[in-house]
């Protein structure tokens, strides 16, 4: 009995030997990568600026003295003071810059005019504000006429022509949306004092082109329906 026993007992430690032999001596084959997605942040990026003039609309450099050349003004994102005289031109060019980065998008401006009966009784009716501005080009910014009428209040809305972006490392400068106005040198004392407190105010709007691959009508609708809803 107990040489049965010695025999199991040996056979038990024979089998169990190899099993942890076998246990110690395997090996899976595995291999990791890892896969990381980068995400970048599209974006739209405008400014919109003009010339600094004095009252008479002559461009002023840093220093506040007049120069003959516009190039050479400093530049302001507020609004200039104009004061009105029959026959005078004034500087006044809204310029608008896509910054840097900037994803490709279509461009527009607003011109708003406060004193709207007042110029259709002095430059005609409806008032273009095209017949009142010098130096628009109307092949870089087309304009579609009146968008809004609010009781004396006008705008005009101006689109540029082509798309624009910004994506290398320097801004896109365009071309101003115009350079000057000129009041005529027939209009009266009494005319021009209608015209006391006109405000020409020029906002400047980007629209992404992503989803909206040329059809600019979509994009502006759904900006201005985006426009309204922040701002009901």
Known sequence: MKTKRKALVAVLCAAALVATTFVATVAWLTDTEEVTNTFTVGKVDIKVDEAVVNEEGKPLDTAGNVVDKVEDAERTETKNEYHLMPGQTY????????????????????????????????????????????????????????????????????????????????????????????????????????????????????????????????????????LAAANP
């Open 91 to 226: 500087v006044k060019d809204p310029t608008m810059t896509v910054l840097k980065g900037s994803d490709e998008s279509y461009v527009r401006m607003i011109v708003t005019f406060n004193k709207g009966a007042e110029l259709e009784a002095l430059f005609g009716d409806p008032f273009l504000p095209q017949n009142f501005v010098d130096g628009w080009d109307n092949t870089k910014w087309v304009t579609t006429g009146v968008i809004t009428e609010d009781g004396n209040t006008l705008s005009y809305e101006f689109r540029y022509a082509e798309t624009v972006n910004a994506k290398g490392t320097a801004d896109n400068k365009l071309e101003p949306l115009f350079t000057s106005f000129t009041f005529p040198s027939n209009i009266t004392n009494e005319q021009i004092a209608t015209l006391a407190g006109l405000e020409i105010k020029v906002d400047g709007h980007a629209m992404q082109v992503a989803g909206f691959e040329n059809d600019t009508d979509a994009a502006w609708a759904a900006f201005d329906a985006q």
